[in-house]
């Protein structure tokens, strides 16, 4: 007895590269949401920004705890231009201070970039990937990509939704039309150092062999930079290399030089030179950790 099998003709029809590595991305980006617990820490790392929502709810009377207590925040805001709505520094200081900013940033980044390659190269996915037609260079564009749409969240899409709650809760449209102007700017500059910080954990994650391994490695050298910049600072009393001696520090510098906020006398190109430099020497270190022999071996 024979049994007729019967198969579909199938045609072969090529794709663009695009189609085989954004599903990687988006798989990435989705990480931290696939569990209570990263739920849970993404609502933690928007602290802040309800925080500061708060603030402009009662600065322009949608709380009311009374006279006194709004008259206090309008001699804040105006007093620090950190928290003053009519300044870029209200929407820009909120990501690049230290605290809470640093804390946000790493814990962010420890529990999902830093181990965008290390945990696919522990579980052997590397070699799946490289025979699905993905190169290793549009692998790292692809978790890098992913990693750093998840940070916007916080880094980006946070002080665009205060710029915005703040246009829509004041009186007139007097907020819009004059904070418009320094909005472009302010934006670029919190989307190029979240990619300056996104690209450089990925590349660190490249040159890890697991997720843990990689956790540490980019914890010791985000405050590792920050405790040599500080020391060294001390060491030639030179308080400026506080300011761009550290992968934190140099991206905040850059940040608020963008957005038109007082860099507070930090050097740019210093700063700039620095990430720089971070970026490339991780680069080439990555380019021969990823290369073909190298991570299916």
């Known amino acids: 007895m024979t049994i007729g ?14 189609w085989r590595w954004w599903p990687l991305a988006w798989q990435e980006f989705l990480t931290l949401f696939r569990s209570k617990w990263g739920i849970a820490m993404f609502c933690v790392c ?39 709505p009519l300044r870029p520094d209200f929407y820009v200081e909120s990501v690049v201070t230290t605290f809470p900013g640093l804390p946000i940033l790493v814990l962010l980044t420890a529990s999902v970039t830093a181990g ?33 749409l998840l940070l916007m969240l916080v880094t980006v899409a946070g002080p665009l939704f205060l710029w915005l709650a703040a246009a829509l809760l004041a009186d007139d449209w007097t907020q819009l039309t004059s904070t418009l102007p320094f909005v472009p700017q302010m934006l670029g500059g919190l989307c190029g150092v979240t990619a300056i910080w996104t690209a ?12 843990n391994q990689a ?39 850059l940040a608020r030089a963008s957005a038109g906020v007082a860099t507070r006398g930090a050097p740019v190109v210093p700063a700039a030179a620095f990430l720089a430099a971070v970026l490339l020497g991780l680069a080439l270190l990555a380019r021969r950790r ?8």
């Open 200 to 211: 450089s954990c990925v590349l660190l994650s490249a040159l890890c062999s697991s997720r």
């Open 5 to 18: 099998l019967r198969y579909r003709p199938a045609a072969y029809l090529p794709v663009p590269a695009f």
């Open 46 to 84: 928007l602290i802040p920004v309800a925080a500061r929502l708060f603030v402009l709810m009662i600065l322009y009377g949608v709380v009311n705890f009374g006279a006194g207590a709004r008259g206090n925040l309008l001699s804040r805001s105006q007093a620090l231009a950190q928290w003053d």
């Open 290 to 297: 990823l290369a073909l022999q190298e991570a299916v071996g």
């Open 116 to 148: 965008a390659v290390a945990r696919d190269r522990a579980t052997n996915a590397l070699e799946l990937f490289w025979t699905r037609g993905i190169s290793p260079l549009q692998y790292v564009v692809a978790k890098w990509l992913g990693s750093m």
């Open 215 to 253: 956790i540490v490695a980019w914890c010791l050298l985000m405050l590792g930079s920050s405790a040599t910049a500080n020391v060294t600072a001390v060491v030639f009393r030179e308080p400026a290399i506080r300011s761009w001696l550290s992968l934190w520090d140099a991206g905040g510098v």
